[in-house]
């Protein structure tokens, strides 16, 4: 703790699995949609490829939306980056410090950041990995 005092943060390291047949090429329809809406610039949406994928825009957003928290430290390392694939589909792995030492805050922090997140894959049309179960009585 003596480290995290010293510092004045915490480091965080979050994982969304995206289900991998949700992910396509972004077509002009969606990307009209998400710059009209404010969730991504039109320098966002350009790559060196002819087409940009609906996980690369979406891992674009939530770079953006995390440097432009206040929570978050921004002079620390951020970044968002894609993992090996798994069973559980493909991981977006969320890396970033955040400014605060108390553990409950610090927590709720992070957890409003990681909900927020979960649910803005829906407008970049991605399905967040849910392993179906069954349950007994």
């Given at each position: 703790?003596?480290?995290i005092e010293k510092y004045g943060g915490r480091q965080a390291r979050l994982k969304i699995f995206i289900?991998?047949?949700s992910i396509n090429f972004a077509n002009a329809s969606l990307i009209e949609r998400l710059t009209n809406n404010?969730?991504?610039t039109n320098e966002d949406t350009k790559t060196e490829y002819n087409n940009i994928t609906n996980i690369t825009l979406y891992r674009k957003f939530i770079e953006n939306f995390l440097r432009e928290n206040p929570s978050v430290d921004t002079s620390r390392w951020l970044m968002v980056r894609q993992i090996q694939n798994t069973a559980k589909g493909i991981p977006l792995e969320m890396y970033f410090y955040i400014k605060e030492t108390n553990f409950v805050k610090y927590e709720n922090t992070v957890a409003e950041i990681y909900e927020y997140c979960i649910a803005s894959s829906k407008h970049f049309e991605l399905q967040i990995f849910q392993s179906l179960?069954?349950?007994t009585n």
């Open positions: 703790w003596s480290g289900d991998v047949n404010g969730l991504l179960t069954s349950t």
